[in-house]
């Protein structure tokens, strides 16, 4: 690992400029931010504290039939993940219907249902009998998606972040500690759009277990307390539009609502 002594030693050798070290010693003082920026939580049941968020991770086509309805193999390939920015969490209490705003630049706005893993400790390459002794408790979740971005993005190999790194494109219920609920590796998952159920599959036919996604996260990248993770969707996915209701259900936790406007 570079520390700072070395970095400085190969730069003064080097003669290199200083922008990159000024900002690291500047980031060792004490100096106050010029302004706040907020920190994303999510209410924890039971609890007066809430979960401080650092990462968003999501896992790409994690149960065979929705791969199969992406058009790739369902094979046991890799998994494969990507981010939503932190703050892209909307929180939604239950009881309540949480009001997501259909995104600028779609014409195709998809739900998925998740099961979300939230963890309080992490580390690199965490071997999977280990790996759920990282998580503090599980919440169900809404991985919203532009689909037309995301695909036209695809399509040119490009970053499909716009399709799916947007603004409340993380809508989230109360994370649930783990002593009150266990592990979640098998029950029903489903949604539905104004009373019409859409997606219905059972956690146990993930392709790749939570257990299984921290350790394969972790090797590519140092997985940290406050870290969550979105653990893929079953197949159906679909559109909604402005006024549609989804709700969403995950056997043994309360269900999530979130209407269109
Ligand atoms: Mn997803």
Redesign the pocket.
Known sequence: MINRRSLLAASAAAGAAAPALFAEAHAQTAAKPIFQVAQTTIPIVGMAETFPVRRIY?IGRNYAAHAREMGSDPTREPPFFFQKPTDAIQYVAPGAVGENPYPSLTKNYHY?V?LVAALKSGGRDIPMEKALDHVYGYALGL?MTRRDLQRGMGDQKKPWEIGKSFDKSAPIGPIHPLAKTGHFTKGAISLAVNGNEKQKADLQFMIWSVAEQIAKLSEAFELMAGDII?S??PENVGPVVVGDVIVCKLEGLPDLSVKII
């Open positions: 999501c998925e998740e991985d979105y893929g969707t």
